[in-house]
């Protein structure tokens, strides 16, 4: 029986370091609409083709997983995040040119993470698959609480440019701890059925519903991830006397560093109580928020980020518990290319989320701009309750 071992808090470093430039461009997003005369939506646009260029990165490295091995792709597309991540804080300086370098770093993203997610369910005991996937992807929350802080904190005292340059940075510490974390550990088997064996009528069902689930589970989060930041910031400096670096502390704080504990407590819940139960429950709060949070930015700064706190805990929880779960009902020989597929429709429609988004708040007045672009993704949240819900409740 497979234990926990040095790779996993090593692992969740590489992690951390990897997704530190995650959150950049969504913690400058202000600012930048202003100097590069952006409206709300070509700036989701920009963010819109990271995670369109995430999502197919995704595809190809679970692809390239089942051919070369997870450990071997991990290792690559660490060095390429810190590549990408340097060259966009060297040369983003307009729309366009950011457009452009932040899909790349889309496109070295995805090779971290499914990656890191099969290693962890490979090389830990099977009682204990969703709390790893749980800290592995909590990892990722501790990372974007890293960019934003470290964003805000330079567009405080410098400019964009230094926030884009130093997140940058810290991506770099992701190559050596990524190959420590993936020297001993051993590959994901792609020997457990043979190729031809099929799904049977309950698997395929339980898939297709937890892609679907998926799917509008990365509507609901990538949306918000983009503009909530920027929510906060309108909201806050409308209040008066907040600068930039308070508005990312309470930012990070309120919607990622949420996020890692509820990673952690997810992945401990659905390995105690069930994915089903655990599904239904953050899919019912992450609806709600998002359907009463675009309403509140009047009612003061504390008890706005207790509900964007909220917020920031339920939409991003469910995610190890997904992944843990298709783990559980693909063949290991399959995994990798049913991850790649959930993930370009899920980080696909999650591409969308902030374009949609953003064109919400262009067209609607002034009253409504905020509750409807919030509601608009509060959309994605009822397709993955309606999709929990079927789900049968023996797996």
């Not at 991540?85 to 499914?114: D, E, H, M, N, W």
């Not at 005292?157 to 020297?183: C, E, K, N």
Request: include cysteine; glycine fraction near 10%; charged fraction near 10%.
């Amino acid at each position: 029986m497979k234990k926990y071992s040095s790779f996993l808090p090593l692992l969740v470093v590489s992690r951390i370091c990897t997704t530190a430039v995650f959150m950049t461009y969504a913690a400058c997003l202000v600012t930048l609409m202003e100097a590069w005369d952006m409206t709300a939506a070509q700036a989701g646009a920009v963010q819109a083709g990271f995670t369109a260029a995430f999502a197919v990165s995704l595809l190809v490295a679970s692809l390239a997983c089942d051919r070369l091995g997870a450990k071997f792709v991990y290792r690559v597309s660490t060095i390429l995040v810190a590549l990408t991540a340097l060259a966009f804080a060297v040369y983003a300086r307009s729309q366009p040119s950011a457009l452009l370098l932040v899909s790349l770093i889309g496109l070295a993203q995805g090779g971290t993470y499914t990656p890191a997610l099969m290693l962890a369910s490979a090389n830990v005991a099977a009682a204990r698959k969703a709390s790893a996937m749980g800290w592995v992807l909590s990892g990722m929350s501790a990372g974007y609480v890293i960019s934003i802080l470290t964003a805000s904190t330079m567009l405080e005292w410098f400019d964009y440019r230094a926030a884009f340059l130093l997140t940058a940075f810290i991506s770099v510490f992701g190559v050596p701890f990524g190959y420590l974390a993936t020297a001993r550990v051993e590959e994901p088997t792609r020997t457990a059925l043979p190729a031809a064996a099929p799904f049977s009528a309950h698997a395929r069902r339980q898939t297709i519903l937890l892609t679907v689930g998926y799917v509008g589970h990365c509507w609901e989060l990538f949306g918000a991830w983009a503009w909530v930041p920027a929510f906060v910031a309108s909201s806050l400096l409308l209040a008066g006397e907040t600068s930039f670096t308070e508005i990312g502390i309470w930012t990070a704080c309120a919607l990622h560093l949420t996020g890692f504990f509820s990673s952690i407590l997810s992945g401990y819940a659905s390995d105690r109580f069930g994915a089903r139960s655990v599904l239904i429950g953050f899919a019912v709060l992450g609806m709600l928020c998002s359907f009463i949070l675009g309403w509140l930015p009047a009612i003061g700064p504390v008890a706005l980020m207790i509900v964007v706190a909220m917020y920031g805990f339920v939409i991003i929880g469910d995610s190890a518990v997904l992944s843990s779960a298709m783990t559980d009902t693909v063949p290991a020989h399959k995994l990798g290319a049913a991850l790649g597929v959930r993930s370009v429709l899920g980080i696909g429609s999650g591409a969308l989320a902030p374009i949609g988004f953003g064109i919400t708040l262009d067209v609607l007045p002034e009253t409504l701009q905020w509750p409807g672009a919030f509601s608009v993704l509060g959309l994605g949240g009822s397709v993955a309750l309606v999709c929990a819900l079927l789900l049968r409740k023996a797996d």
